[in-house]
């Protein structure tokens, strides 16, 4: 059996006395992409962030490619080199133009050339549909505009796998089909990807598996059409009645086994 | 409504009376004074003549380079302390602390003092690399980087949290996180008090007169007040003055427009 891209193992995290995840196991093989859907507050985002240990985890470990990132000796800085991170709030640097935020990574990260990183960039934000904006400052772009370019700076640096942290959950309806449309070319040319999003139509047609959270543990994982579709637990279930049609959830009240509010 | 007047007039005729109070102290001032007495202790035109171009070439010129030498040695090690504030090392953030309050809380003068007879005695046979100026840049720098760690630690963590998050999250270490992406937004936002912090050195750079200074070392006020007693008479005084608002009040003015930029920016 080839070895999985993300290996997580027995995953735990706590935040003083709120335990947020309670034994995760989850493997990401090579190429996949899986979606990781659920009630706020319940652990998806945290669970992305200990994969490149942006969240120290409590306990258990985290496999990249091969490696502990968990391990206490690893060079982490040389480990997240190898995965990219796309933020609900972009987390573009303000201070320099779109082209200085691909090119200033590459040279001070990875010791690229000038040319050499310019080129990159270059190829980077063509690839997301925005070489016309190379000169503009962040702060002159849409927020799927700023988006995409976040995602182009992530690819420049070569990475092997892509983590999604609600990449459009902080734009205007109108803006998140073309940031999708970026992630769904990426997926077709065999990026590894852990995406944590709110988008079930884009968790159906492009994941290969979808993962269900509640409660810091994962509830439920399959087939994107089965776990989407078809969802086999109830809590699974109940989560998708309400963010598939948002009017139709009933008036809040005393309700035994739903999901955590909040 | 019980008054007649409505409340727009209510409120001109408040201004009005307002207006004249002031006019009326104005006058009395003017008319009470005695200015003869003193146009002639400050306004001698053959006693301003004669101050130039030395006051200028000199004095005005060693205001300005003892304020920029205290200021860069002052933000070098405001910079170092704010880090040092920030740092998760707790005895880092100790020392930064101590230092902070202990040079907010002593008058500047007193850092002058200190400077120019403990150092020496301290240390002797050593002298301060540039003479004078090197005392300078140290007292008026060990107190301005007390002031500016406060504002630029205050910029730093100004400075949105997923900054540091994206620099580490593409393999940024913390320093080079640090250098690269957090503290130049944290500059863009300290300008403003920056400058400001600058006028105030601009002013305190007069306590080198505690130093002891030579003939060419002397700032405005000391050449202003040396040749106040030379000459018997104050016009020097109130010349070196209205050297220093030549700087200080475009320099005010600059900063206004700053933090205008700054609040527009937002």
Redesign the interface.
Known sequence: MPQPEIEIRGLHKSFGDNHVLRGIDLEVARGDVVCVIGPSGSGKSTLLRCV?L?EEPSEGQVFVGGTEVTDIEVDI??V??R???V?Q?F?????VTVTENLV??QR???RRGKAEATKVARENLERVGLADKADAYPAQLSGGQQQRV?IA??LS?GPEVMLFDEPTSALDPELVGDVLAVMRVLASEGMTMMVVTHEMSFAREVADRVVFMDGGVIVEEGPAAQVVGDPRHPRTRHFLDRILDPSAAEAPGPEAGGPAAG | MTSRLSRRQRRRISQGIQYALFVAALVLVGVLADWDRLQNQFAQKDLVAELFPEIITTALRNTVVYTLSGFVFGLVLGLLIALMRLSSVAPYRWVASVYIEFFRGLPALLIFIFVGVAVPLAFPGTEIPGGTYGKVALGLGLVAAAYMAETIRAGIQAV?K??M?????????HA?AMV??II??AF?IVIPPLTNELVLLFKDSSLVLFLGVTLDERELTKFGRDLASQTANSTPILVAGLCYLIVTVPLSFVVRRLEARADKAK
């Open positions: 490149n942006l800085d040389a997240r080199r995965i990219g991170m933020f709030q987390n573009l640097f303000p201070h200033l990574p001070r990260v990875l976040a700076r992530a640096m | 949105p997923g900054q998050e994206a620099a580490r999250s593409l393999g940024f270490s080079r690269s992406v130049p937004q863009r």
